[in-house]
């Protein structure tokens, strides 16, 4: 994959990130006073470790989530961005344009939402 394309994704899922940490910041703050705190801030802080806490306090989907952005974000640092991780067959671009953080090609999907992986 080109580095123009890498770079995309790379821009999508911070993206990605930075929205489920804004989402999970604005229900931990519900009721509290906005600060100026942006997501950026929030995201950077986050970015190198996360603590246990932190991680514990997300709900299961959004720690689901920021698990496979974070992967995805990995696997482009390692260009290995775009290869299934179970067969290492080159992915579907369109199914990466949809679903960037997707570690998996569609037919080893399937296997594993059928138990199979
Ligand atoms: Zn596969």
Request: net charge neutral; aromatic share 6%.
């Amino acid at each position: 994959m080109d580095q123009k394309k890498l770079k995309t994704f790379r821009d999508r899922l911070v993206q990605k990130k930075v929205e489920i940490l804004d989402a999970y910041n604005k229900n931990k703050t519900y009721g509290k006073e906005a600060d100026g705190e942006g997501a950026q801030d929030i995201a950077d802080k986050a970015s190198s470790s996360y603590t246990k806490e932190f991680l514990f306090s997300l709900s299961n989907s959004e720690r689901d989530q920021l698990q496979l952005v974070d992967e995805a974000l990995g696997r482009i640092d390692h260009r290995r961005f775009g290869t299934c991780v179970a067969c290492e067959d080159e992915m579907n671009l369109k199914r990466l344009e949809a679903v960037p953080w997707a570690k998996h090609c569609i037919s080893c999907q399937e296997k594993q939402e059928q138990g199979l992986l």
